[in-house]
């Protein structure tokens, strides 16, 4: 391994942090030279837990694929089955009835919430405090319990597929979300009391990590990494899938570009989260939940690209059709595996904990990157 | 009245009327021992039992409760757990200096126990120089921290005690100025001496603004030399994983934990005496009817509540703050810490001469 | 811009361009030996200024490996699909890192997945695999008796 890195300096150290280490949420692999307490070069070693998704899909049908996407991103499952049935449906040309439409964003945006308190936790705990962690365990856990009642899961959720969503809505479900979203109002502002506005934290996110609008576009940064360097990159308005042009929401975008700025743009994501789920959760349409498709699906040869929002960036779908009952090659442009690239760009002269810190803000999570 | 004096005296006067001299002083010394040790490992497993509950109750858990009555006795068998785990010592480490570095950091501990007033007449030893002897010795244990990073021929202890090093060496300073300030106040080293100075009040309400200062900064300086978050720089885990104390495992590792609660009794207990009176009832000024009150509440009750007062405040710390990072860590305690203490070391001293205290 | 307008900025670049027609967005068939200049065309033009990599990857058709990278703009947001036919014994491909600076993760990828070798490439070394793994697992003769399971 050393001979790989090349020639490091007199008085450099290389460190193996992980593949299993507290910081890197998962089987991340990097090998860091520092000299000091500086970082010179972070470089990610990837593959501690390649399935080979992509050669896996190659054999499955275009309804079974879907399921195996949920193991992917595992904080976004919801959200990564809405890629991938919306590319089935783009190329089988399935209209998707209105409520099933007005069910996949709630839930999409649930899942946003849920990953965003997630990574809210994680990110104290990168920074040394343990506490926030187990706050935003508090609200995810009602999240969790939703899904639950809903698709029978809490993590790795199946619920989309082609033509709509797999069974109805819970009758419990309007009023569990409804008290969610009234519980989780008051502990958002709890959330900037503990976490934003402490000095020490601000202190440790301004100013690290700093990825120019030039550059996140460059290394196809998306998601809150991307607008947090000032890039318009939400699908969601950009390209409007479902009822996302019909819900009123704002992209929001950060021009600092910082660790803090990713924080902030979570942050107020959530909001607008909350604030999307709220419009709609009152407005569900009665009606069909998924529309009559055949038992075999067969898209038609060509080539088909879908793209969705999940809460790390732009999800891409593409898929490669023959025409024959299982995808000929699909390819999924994972959000997570184009942040790290900029990882090396970003931590260079920053200290350890800095490295930390920019991991946290990247919102990592390694099945995504790995595939 | 429960006095623990009346106690220690007659077993004083016991031993010098039966044996003499020389092995009523030895047997002093085996009873002190056996003494210390104790109350170590019951201030290992009371301030575990209460890091864990104070850290439960900030984030909206339980805590242990499953092990005795409240789950008291939970540390209990965490200690069991760790005293019959293997000690392992690692193929490339340092035998002799990987093994000894716990000692070292525990022996410390213990020696700081020494000049501590428990209560009214109940000390080990009352050193004219006690507060010195504290400081002094407390800055061996980074030795130990030092060895126990190095040994372990890991790169994550070895960044782990070199942060350490750094930090407790900078912030003995501002922790050594404060005292230094409460000094100028009290006019004496001697532990007693300081607790009976603040006969008439604790020195943190007679001494003005200048001993607020200089305690706030003492709270921040220990904070920091016992590697407690938010300056955890020394385990830091999740950037160093665990440390110096990455490669000790079993009862090394408890030596090593039981030490730094040790050493958070140590210096909460230093920073009691000094600004709160001690063992020291409370007391004001001439208001007689009062302090007689007060002063039917034994003298160890009041030090030891003071004591886990200022643990409870730094435990506070640990559950809420992120941690700051090396280079902040070191702005922190060089260009603000240090400047405010020296200047309010002069305003101390003025305060003093000018006899502006209470 | 649109499909069309962007087909004629093209062929102004590449004259003889190859398109290729029912897609969702604009496709362009280049050759190897032109993929270069065109890609640095693509970037560089102000009109274009197609600044965003946002898929790369590549498709093995059995008899010729094809790579395929989607493009977009995030000024004009206009979409372009750039592929490129290589050879399957000997897959070469001139590298794209240093123009969108994601390329080079993603060909390092697509690299120890199917084996075609990006020219110039910066640090073009397995990212996944183990440094001995053996063949290209996505390509479509790839197999593997002992982890994968047919269905």
């Given at each position: 391994m050393l001979e790989e890195i090349g020639t490091t300096a007199e008085g450099d150290l290389i460190i193996n942090i992980g593949p299993q280490h507290p910081a890197t949420h998962g089987v991340l692999h990097l090998v860091i030279t520092l000299n000091g307490e500086t970082v010179k070069n972070v470089e990610p070693h990837l593959g501690y837990i390649h399935r080979s998704i992509e050669k896996m899909c190659e054999s499955l049908t275009y309804r079974q694929f879907i399921y195996v996407t949920s193991r992917m991103d595992y904080l976004s499952s919801h959200i990564n089955n809405h890629g991938c049935a919306l590319c089935v449906e783009k190329g089988m040309q399935i209209e998707v009835p209105a409520r099933a439409r007005v069910i996949r964003v709630l839930l999409d945006e649930l899942t946003r919430l849920a990953s965003h308190q997630l990574w809210w936790g994680a990110m104290g705990m990168d920074l040394g405090a343990l506490t926030p962690f187990f706050h935003a365990f508090r609200e995810r856990e009602m999240i969790n319990e939703i899904m639950e009642e809903t698709c029978g899961a809490r993590l790795t959720m199946n619920y989309m597929v082609p033509g709509g969503v797999m069974f109805d809505l819970h009758p419990n479900f309007r009023h569990r979300v409804k008290d969610f979203i009234a519980f989780f109002k008051t502990k958002i502002d709890e959330y900037d009391e503990l976490l934003t506005g402490n000095i020490i934290f601000q202190n440790r996110m301004k100013g690290i990590g700093y990825l120019s609008k030039a550059d996140a576009v460059s290394y196809g940064c998306t998601g809150p990494t991307g607008r947090a360097s000032g890039v318009s990159c939400d699908i969601r308005k950009l390209y409007p899938y479902e009822v996302y042009d019909q819900v009123h929401f704002e992209e929001i975008r950060e021009t600092e570009g910082d660790c803090f700025a990713r924080y902030l743009v979570r942050m107020k994501e959530m909001r607008q989260s909350l604030s999307i789920i709220e419009q709609l959760i009152d407005n569900?349409?009665?009606?069909?939940?998924q529309a009559k498709t055949k038992a075999v699906l067969k898209l038609p040869k060509g080539e088909f690209y879908s793209r969705v929002e999940t809460a790390r960036g732009e999800f891409g779908v593409f898929i490669v059709s023959e025409g024959g009952t299982t995808p000929y090659r699909i390819k999924f442009r994972s959000p997570g595996f184009s942040n790290l690239s900029a990882l090396n760009h970003m931590a260079k002269g920053s200290k350890i904990g800095d490295l930390v810190a920019i991991m946290g803000s990247l919102d990592l999570v390694i099945p995504d990157i790995d595939r | 009245m429960f006095s623990l004096e009346g106690l220690t005296n007659s077993i004083h006067a016991w031993l010098h009327n039966t044996f003499n001299p020389t092995i009523a002083l030895l047997s002093e010394f085996v009873i002190v021992g056996i003494c210390v040790i104790t109350f170590f490992a019951m201030l290992g497993l009371i301030l575990v039992m209460m890091e864990r509950k104070v850290s439960a109750y900030m984030q909206i858990r339980l805590g242990p409760n499953r092990v005795g009555p409240q789950g008291m006795f939970q540390t209990v068998a965490d200690t069991l757990k760790l005293a019959v785990k293997e000690g392992l010592t690692p193929d490339g480490a340092d035998r002799f200096l990987f093994n000894l570095a716990p000692f070292i950091v525990m022996i410390t501990a213990m020696l700081i126990m020494a000049p501590v007033a428990f209560a009214r007449g109940f000390q080990i030893w009352d050193i004219n120089i006690g507060v010195l002897f504290v400081t002094s010795v407390s800055s061996v244990s980074v030795i130990g921290i030092l060895i126990a990073g190095w040994a372990s021929n890991n790169k994550y202890s070895l960044l782990g005690a070199m942060r350490s090093g750094a930090q407790i060496v900078s912030y003995e300073l501002s922790a050594g100025l404060s005292i230094i300030s409460m000094i100028v106040l009290t006019g004496s080293l001697q532990i007693s001496e300081i607790i009976s100075s603040q006969q008439n009040g604790w020195w943190i309400f007679k001494g003005h603004i200048p001993a607020i200062i200089s305690f706030v900064i003492f709270m921040i300086a220990v904070t920091a030399e016992t590697n407690r978050a938010p300056f955890d720089m020394a385990e830091a885990e999740s950037e160093l994983t665990g440390g110096f104390h990455t490669e000790y495992s079993g009862m090394k590792f408890a030596l090593i934990f039981l030490a730094e609660y040790a050493n958070i009794f140590i210096v909460c207990a230093i920073g009691a005496t000094l600004y709160l009176g001690g063992w020291m009832p409370l007391h004001i000024g001439s208001w007689t009817g009062f302090n007689r009150i007060m002063d039917y509440i034994p003298s160890s009750i009041w030090f030891i509540s003071k004591t886990f007062l200022l643990i409870f405040i730094m435990m506070w710390f640990r559950w809420t703050f992120p941690r700051l990072r090396i280079d902040q860590l070191l702005n922190l305690e060089w260009k603000y810490l240090l400047p405010i203490s020296m200047v309010n070391l002069i305003l101390m001293t003025l305060v003093s001469i000018m006899g502006w205290h209470f | 811009m649109t499909a069309e307008e962007l087909k004629i900025k093209v062929t102004e670049v590449l004259p003889g361009a190859l398109f290729v027609e029912g897609g969702e967005w604009l496709t362009v068939d280049l050759e190897p030996a032109v993929f270069l200049p065109v890609a640095r065309k693509l970037r560089e033009d102000a009109e274009m200024?197609?600044?965003?990599?946002f898929c790369l990857t590549c498709v093995d058709w059995k008899t010729h490996l094809v790579m395929q990278y989607h493009l977009s703009s995030t000024t004009y947001r206009h979409t372009i699909v750039v592929r490129c036919k290589l050879d399957r014994t000997l897959p070469e491909i001139d590298t794209l890192s240093h123009i969108w600076r994601t390329a080079e993760f993603h060909e390092r990828e697509v690299y120890e997945l199917f084996g075609v070798k990006f020219l110039h490439h910066p640090d073009l070394r397995r990212l996944v695999?183990?440094?001995?793994f053996e063949g290209w697992p996505l390509r479509k003769d790839f197999e593997d008796p002992v982890n994968m399971i047919k269905l």
């Open positions: 569900i349409p009665e009606g069909e939940f | - | 200024d197609f600044d965003y990599l695999l183990t440094d001995d």
